[in-house]
């Protein structure tokens, strides 16, 4: 399996507003990563950007199957 980050954002939002957040969830292709995430009810909606990673280091572990939106920090 791999490990893919997806960003999910909404274009018809206001500028500033358009990023509805990101997560990492461990599946074997894109299809399979976006229901994984919607299954565990990490999808928001609109647009989302699939980004495949070679591994997922120790410290980005914390973001595994965790929606994580922008006003968290």
């Known amino acids: 399996m791999k ?3 997806m960003s999910f954002c909404d ?3 206001p500028t ?3 990023f509805l ?3 990492v969830v ?3 292709d894109e299809q399979s990563a976006f ?3 919607t299954a565990l009810g990490i999808n928001p909606g609109g647009e989302v950007a699939f980004f495949p ?3 997922l280091p120790l410290a980005g572990k914390h973001y595994l199957n965790t929606l994580i939106p ?3 920090y």
């Open 3 to 5: 490990y893919f980050y």
């Open 16 to 18: 500033g507003q358009k």
């Open 53 to 55: 990673l070679k591994s």
């Open 11 to 13: 274009v018809n939002q």
């Open 26 to 28: 461990q599946a074997e």
């Open 35 to 37: 229901e994984r995430a």
């Open 21 to 23: 957040g990101a997560t």
């Open 70 to 72: 922008l006003n968290r």
